[in-house]
């Protein structure tokens, strides 16, 4: 519509009509105006949103439709070109892309509700007064626990199963570690399994003390009781995803890597979607299984509207807490023991030839530098110097000096979890000594490798908080603020870099970073609004910051409820009135 109005002809219009025509050119004009804007379902406004693009750019609005971001800018900018129903004035609060957890067991945690939960205990007899009382109301005849750790404990050492067999003669017990690497059964749980003083196996440990069985379980050992555990029924198992997935948005969390699941979880996921009981980004890494291996290398990559398969997780060695990591040289605290590999080095080599034809990423854990460097050799043998396939070192948690720059020879991306560094390191020297705990949990050095570096938690072996995870990153303080100058803080990161590994590089590792992990044009519009900005408060606060909001592919997916103390909501209301 063309409008050629001129000064002269309005002039020559009577006073009555100038009256008249005034008002209505300037609704016409108005109109037109809004008309000439593009309709969004959000627009955010009045913010200090951290796009977390290239450039790191920050903007004051963005606008949303159908689940996508339209447009990030000025406010002036975005309101002239948009209009929406809903628009919200943040009034300076601090936007993020949603956090991207790109290591944990989310659907292993999920399932594991019914356990009793060992986080914490400050001794053996505390975890047996937990069980004891967790017995009274079980809802299975196995007593299954989790998250003790003896490091924790005035006597830092495995427990026996000595009073486990005098309390529940009858009853199968069966209690793992915090690192999931190791457990203790009682006799009952063992006799079930099988296993007694004959018991052999690879990649594993049935501890013995004076020609006793301790009922003590490291890695593959475990799997002797584990299969034995009841399964919980696949309804209980999706109300438990929708419960933890609660807790997770809670977090500022839209999207996360779940590592090692059976074909089986998968199924429960997709139908957990189905039923909207799940609105979670999943990328899901399935369990190092034989049988699964030619189906999927024909498969190859899976994606089912917010649910990708894109690999395997596998696991090459144990954990350092429980001295299953494999170390090329003794433990500086148990002579003539250097841990293990869980599988011959056979087994990763045939696994690594058959992904390579396909589009499916390799994601093996490795803690020990002899595991690391096992891993490094096979993934450049197969995959030769610099390529864009991705494959993916979990935890690279003790990594030899001579070793760090294999992972930019073949382009092996380390995929990290900072708060293993601060819960490790009371007692990490002793098991390390401090030689070779000056090249472990070295974020800064890996991140040189290739540039970047994704960030993750190994819930439930770590907490879910993602802020927790900052600061480990950043000030490298546990959440006492200690140690008072940071653990190793040379191998701090920076927090630009922390934001991008919790964002725009864990989206990348999962050949995700053209839909997920940044604010710009054409993306997820998965975003949360915190009380506090993480890029400018103290170390102090970090801990202090709340998600006020969270966001999923254009939803709200969660809102802080704030608890009023008593009294308080009585004068707010009387306020009101007033």
Known sequence: MEFNFTKNRIENLHFSDKSRFVPTLVILLFSVFISAQNNAD???????????????DVAEAMAVSEGKILAVGKNAEILKKFKSKNIQNLEGKTVFPGFIDAHCHFTGYATDKWKCELLGTKSWDEVISRITEYSK??????????????????????????????????????????????????????????????????????????????????????????????????????NYFGELQKECFSYGLTSLHDCGITEHTLSLLEKAQS?????????????????????WVKKGRYTNKNITVGGFKVYSDGALGSRGACLIHDYSDKKDWKGFLLSERKHFENLAKKLKNSDLQMCTHAIGDSANRTILQ????????????????????????????????YSIIPSVQPTHATSDMYWAEERLGKERLKYSYAYEDLLK?????????????????????????????????FPANGFQKE????????????????????FQENELGSLEVGKSADFIILNQNLMTIPETEILNTKVLETWSSGKKVYFFKREFKIGEAKNIVEDAKN
């Open 378 to 409: 096979i993934y450049g043998d197969v995959l030769g110097i610099k390529n864009n396939r991705r494959w993916r070192i979990e935890h690279a948690q003790i990594v030899d000096k001579n070793d760090f720059n294999l992972f930019a020879k």
């Open 275 to 295: 039923q909207n009981k799940l609105q979670m980004k999943i990328f899901a890494l399935l369990e190092d299984n034989p049988n699964y291996y030619d189906r």
């Open 491 to 510: 191998n701090a990161l920076t927090r630009q870099q922390t934001i991008r590994g919790m964002t725009i590089w864990a989206a990348k590792a999962a």
């Open 449 to 481: 490798q290739n540039g970047w570096l994704p960030l993750g938690t190994d819930f439930p072996v770590e907490e879910i908080n993602p802020f927790k995870t900052f600061l480990a990153a950043v000030a490298r303080k546990d959440s006492k603020n």
């Open 42 to 56: 959000l627009i955010i406004q009045n913010a200090k949103i951290y796009t977390v693009n290239k450039n790191f």
């Open 137 to 238: 109301n079980a809802p299975m005849e196995w007593l299954y626990g989790r998250s003790w750790d003896q490091n924790d404990w005035p006597i830092k050492e495995f427990p026996n199963k000595e009073k486990l067999d005098q309390l529940f003669p009858n009853r199968p017990v069966y209690l793992k570690r915090i690192d999931g690497h190791a457990a203790i059964a009682n006799q009952k749980a063992l006799d079930i399994a099988g296993i007694d003083l004959n018991t052999k196996l690879n990649g594993g440990e049935i501890e013995q003390k004076n020609g006793k069985l301790t009922g003590v379980l490291i890695d593959n050992a475990m799997l002797l009781v584990e299969k034995h555990l009841p399964q919980i029924s696949d309804e209980m198992a999706i």
